[in-house]
């Protein structure tokens, strides 16, 4: 039986009865919500699709530190690398070719651990509308980024759908998407949502899970969301949405690796970005550059939000052999790129970038396959910082 797959459900049930106590006897609960689903009995490991909070013993990190480790040992050929970097619009956008906006869920959780997404006074209203819907969103979630891995998105390859393709032609194109055309340059005075109090950056928005339970929650507000993707097919799916509403939101392809590229609106007038499963697509040298940029745009006291993939999440521990392409940093099947965080890597890398931390968790649960009477445990991080008020000058 695969260890990486299955566990031992009664050791499972053990560790999870062990830390249920401990949470009822001691503050040690993270301050975020992050499911409140605990398991306290062994018998109903299998009543739910997800428990949360869970514990690792030193014995499951060692496992999956070996896992991990063993299936990097193989990488890709370092002449073979740079296409997953220099071709990387070109993958996702064959993804969206392919699956259009049927792949992922919506992710109606977001107001739940981000209330951060409206202004301050709408923000007990979105949260009470949508504390219904917290666990099953949360699992709906969890299950498509799991079938990122597991499911349709192994067995698709897009590359051999698209032989025919000319590669250099539709790179180009879409690098030149990317990089904007003269309708995004930015006048100060004259943008899309110049009028707004509060404003919005979603990067990596894909085909707007995310965008449309934003955008339905701000249209009584004085918010203005903006989005881009460097998928110029991702884009066109969230114009093409019926709940698209350009008098609060704002969809454009851009590359966030560019350096050269511009925004539509001017440094210092966002109140939020959010990055939700896109930072781990990139790669992890460009990284710092790409946060770096975006927060040049956050006005003081502004904030960054932030859930992505953990170290040893079930997804990194199931890539075989050959997809490694540098330490904790893969290529799927089909040509699209997945690196793995730490606490401490996610901590450096928006403090570098000048902003302070509010939270920085790691969001440890086991995902259930009742079914197949199969276990998974899956990692993520998630976090919030701020750009800070410059000193006083008094």
């Known amino acids: 039986m695969n260890k990486v797959k299955r566990f031992s459900v009664a050791k499972v049930a053990a560790v999870f009865i062990r830390f249920s106590m401990r949470l009822k006897s001691s503050d040690s609960r993270p301050s975020a ?12 490991i299998f009543k739910h699709n997800m428990w949360d909070h ?30 997953f970097v220099t071709a990387a619009c070109q993958y996702w956008d064959m993804f969206y070719e392919i699956h259009q906006d049927k792949f992922f869920k919506d992710r109606r959780w977001l107001f739940l651990e981000f209330p951060e997404l409206l202004p301050s ?7 009470n509308t949508c504390h219904s819907h917290q666990q099953a969103a949360i699992q709906l979630c969890s299950a498509s980024r799991l079938d990122t891995e597991t499911g349709k998105h192994q067995r698709c390859n897009p590359i051999e759908h698209h032989r025919n393709t000319d590669t250099f032609n539709f790179q180009e194109s ?30 990596g928005c894909g085909v707007g899970n995310s965008v449309f339970p934003i955008v339905n929650n701000i249209k009584e507000t004085d918010s203005f969301l903006y989005c881009c993707d460097f998928s110029p097919r991702a884009i066109q799916l969230v114009k093409n949405h019926p709940d698209y509403d ?58 960054l939000l932030f859930r992505d993939y953990g170290r040893y999440d079930f997804s ?22 997945v690196y793995f965080f730490t606490k401490e890597e996610v901590h450096d890398l928006f403090s570098k970038a000048g902003l302070e931390e509010i939270q920085n968790l790691e969001d440890r649960r086991l995902q259930v396959n009742r079914g197949k009477k199969v276990v998974m445990r899956r990692v993520w991080m998630q976090s919030k910082y701020r750009k800070p008020y410059p000193p006083s000058t008094s």
């Open 33 to 44: 919500p992050l499911g409140s689903r605990i398991l306290t009995s062994p018998d109903d």
């Open 54 to 83: 869970v514990q690792w013993t030193e014995e499951d990190k060692e496992n999956a530190r070996q896992k991990a480790e063993e299936n990097s040992t193989v990488r890709l050929p370092l002449n073979e690398q740079g296409k």
């Open 121 to 127: 006074g709408e923000r007990g209203q979105s949260t």
């Open 174 to 203: 879409c690098q030149q998407a990317a990089r904007g055309t003269n309708e995004a340059a930015v006048d100060d005075s004259v943008f899309p949502g110049q009028r707004a109090s509060f404003r919005i950056l979603e990067v």
């Open 246 to 303: 350009d008098s609060v939101c704002h969809a454009f392809v851009r590359d966030i690796c560019d350096k050269m590229a511009t925004f539509p609106f001017p440094p210092q007038s966002l109140d939020v970005i959010l990055a939700v499963f896109v930072l781990s697509s990139i790669h992890p040298e460009r990284l710092q550059d790409v946060v770096n940029h975006l927060s040049a745009y956050l006005k003081h006291g502004g904030v």
């Open 316 to 337: 990194q521990l199931r890539f075989k052999k050959g997809r490694c392409l540098s330490e904790n940093f893969y290529t799927r099947g089909d040509g699209t790129c």
